[in-house]
């Protein structure tokens, strides 16, 4: 069962799109991550399925409700944690959240139960009796999550909830999400590019306002399997070697650094050719030290598709 859809979903500012029909369904308890750099679009997609933007064009229903049509329905069904959480820094953690209970139409003999599952689920209990001016920057975090779970929504909004935190507090929240899947569906924002993997059932990586790709990060490796780079160390210098390298069929460039004992050979390919590779430079009578594809992360696997969609729009695909 899909929990949120959107169809064709568009955002313009003075007639230019922010958001340029973008199309995506998550389905009931899945955690998914929109990814892309600052000023992708992540905030915007997330603020139209908040009912906080109005959709220039196209569609979108949370929860079996349209965005255009049930803004306060959706509102019910969702917490929403900004960028910035919304908090009151002179009052108490339980008292701001027994407020946003009531808030949220909380009924009165479900407050405190409300409150004391946000606290478990956040780990606030220890920091229950504290101002929220007194709270470190990842407690703070911490209460904004909660404050978007005290009515049990079916869907929870976060954008970039791991933002400013140190690596202790990004692992600590992290686990929090995690432990939200199932019970909730969970759509969150970042740029931080190897956590978000950690944390999401899938990916969809937004790129100056268009979706360019979708899947887990293993999906979307596997787009990008039939280019790869690969690092080949070998005992001496062997033009003829290095020539014959770049004459092989799915080998399109080749470029040599060092010189002497230390020879790396660097060669961008089309395929998978390791095995050619091998063959040819044990062949040539050169002593090969070494063989490894360049494995360049998530964070060349997202340049990688930025690049791929944008030559795909030069072409009018």
Do not use: W
């Not at 701001?96 to 949220?104: D, I, P």
Request: glycine share 10%; charged share 25%.
């Amino acid at each position: 069962m899909a929990m949120i859809e959107a169809s064709d979903l568009s955002k313009n500012y003075a007639g230019r799109p922010a958001i340029d029909r973008v199309s995506f369904s998550i389905g009931e308890g899945e955690i998914i991550g929109l990814l892309g750099l600052n000023g992708a679009g992540k905030s915007t997609i997330l603020k139209m399925l908040g009912c906080f933007l109005l959709p220039s064009g196209g569609t979108a229903r949370v929860a079996g409700y349209d965005v255009d049509s049930d803004p306060q329905a959706i509102r019910r069904q969702i917490g929403y944690l900004p960028d910035t959480p919304p908090l009151y820094d002179e009052m108490t953690v339980l008292a701001y959240l027994q407020f946003v209970a009531r808030l949220k139409d909380v009924s009165s003999a479900d407050v405190d139960a409300n409150v004391r599952y946000a606290m478990a689920k956040t780990n606030l209990e220890e920091v229950s009796d504290f101002r929220l001016g007194e709270l470190s920057h990842g407690f703070r975090q911490r209460v904004g999550i909660a404050q978007a779970l005290v009515h049990k929504p079916k869907v929870l909004i976060l954008d970039e909830p791991i933002n400013g935190l140190d690596p202790v507090q990004i692992v600590e929240m992290r686990d929090l999400i995690v432990s939200l899947r199932g019970a909730h569906t969970v759509i969150l924002s970042s740029h931080i590019l190897s956590e978000i993997t950690k944390t999401c059932d899938r990916i969809l990586v937004i790129d100056r306002g268009r979706l360019v790709a979708e899947g887990s990060e293993a999906d979307l490796e596997k787009r990008l399997t039939s280019s790869m780079r690969l690092i080949c160390d070998i005992d001496r210098q062997a033009p003829e070697v290095v020539a014959n390298l770049a004459k092989l069929a799915g080998v399109s460039s080749v470029k040599e650094t060092g010189g002497g004992t230390a020879v790396r050979l660097i060669l961008e390919t089309e395929s998978d050719v390791r095995a050619a590779v091998a063959q040819t430079i044990v062949k040539g009578g050169v002593g090969l030290l070494g063989l490894t594809r360049e494995d360049a992360g998530l964070e060349g696997l997202f340049m990688k598709l930025v690049k791929a969609a944008d030559s795909n729009q030069a072409r009018g695909a």
